[in-house]
């Protein structure tokens, strides 16, 4: 169903025909599709033909990931897989040298409906930040609080991340090393304000996948020179971490992966997790003559 020239949309317009290209692009959509059904992001009531369908803000920095998460979600409402009404959405945050024009001109030459939003929130990053640090949890918030206001005008149910599955490893051992705490990116969550829902469509997916894919596809590539350009970022701290495991065992990565979606609270240590003070013994469970093997604790 992805070969036939005549049945595409746009954003897959002079993709490769080699094998290779298209069992990359099958895996991202499946996964995505995945990842969608598996955590719920579409209401159920959304694929009835009465019913209005929910509207995404779908958020376009312009780098590989941002780009690889627009072309699948479209992709999937192309094949009628995604009953929903999709907005692309950039914020430009007035970072020095920013190609503004890259973004309009791509979006609107792959027919996308798209809105542009200007904000420097460069230059209050570059103000309250003191020298040496690093801007990403401010620039971050600036941005977070931008777009659900931009998902507030524009009638959308819920903001749409590129965030990929390294991503959400990444995140997880940031926690873990430098926050004491087990939490990462969920896949799908409620704003604070409790109005917008939060959806990482992508979390499946492997960001050298996305990085195959946008580079195959010849996308207009915008790097982060605020962020991303930054020396000593503990990110990329963890991902030298995770990149050297990788290296020594292939395939870590997805089994580190595995095991988030894998929790067992009775075998952790947060007792508002699980009941440890009310854990009572049960002599009579278990047959003492039973030739089942017993469970590891």
């Not at 025909?17 to 990359?24: A, H, I, V």
């Not at 508002?272 to 278990?286: H, Q, S, V």
Request: with cysteine; proline share 7%.
């Amino acid at each position: 169903m992805f070969d036939e020239a005549d049945d595409i949309h746009p954003l897959f317009a002079g993709a490769p025909s080699t094998t290779e290209f298209k069992k990359l692009r099958k895996r991202i959509v499946r996964q995505t599709r995945e990842a969608i059904e598996h955590y719920g992001m579409v209401d159920p009531s959304a694929h009835d033909k009465d019913a209005k369908p929910p509207r995404w803000l779908v958020c376009l920095s312009g780098g590989k990931d941002s780009y690889t998460l627009l072309a699948v979600v479209y992709e999937l409402k192309w094949r009628g897989l995604l009953p929903v009404d999709l907005l692309a959405c950039n914020l430009d945050q007035g970072q020095p040298g920013f190609p503004a024009t890259v973004l309009p001109e791509f979006l609107e030459r792959m027919g996308v409906p798209h809105r542009i939003e200007y904000q420097d929130t460069y230059s209050v990053v570059v103000d309250k930040v003191p020298q040496g640090r690093t801007f990403c949890a401010l620039c971050s918030r600036l941005r977070r609080g931008n777009l659900y206001r931009i998902a507030r005008e524009e009638g959308c149910s819920a903001v749409v991340l590129g965030h990929h599955r390294d991503d959400i490893l990444e995140t997880f051992f940031m926690n873990l090393f430098h926050g004491g705490r087990l939490a990462t990116m969920p896949p799908k969550l409620v704003n604070e304000e409790g109005d917008l829902y939060v959806f990482r469509p992508l979390a499946h997916v492997a960001e050298a996948d996305c990085e195959k894919f946008a580079n195959a596809m010849k996308y207009p590539i915008i790097p982060c020179d605020l962020c991303g350009s930054q020396d000593g970022l503990q990110r990329q701290q963890v991902k030298q971490i995770l990149d050297q495991w990788e290296k020594n065992s292939p395939g870590r990565r997805q089994v580190m992966f595995r095991a988030l979606t894998n929790a067992r609270p009775s075998h952790l240590l947060d007792p508002k997790l699980f009941d440890f003070a009310n854990l009572a013994l049960n002599p009579g469970k278990k047959d003492e003559n039973s030739d089942e093997i017993p469970q590891l604790r």
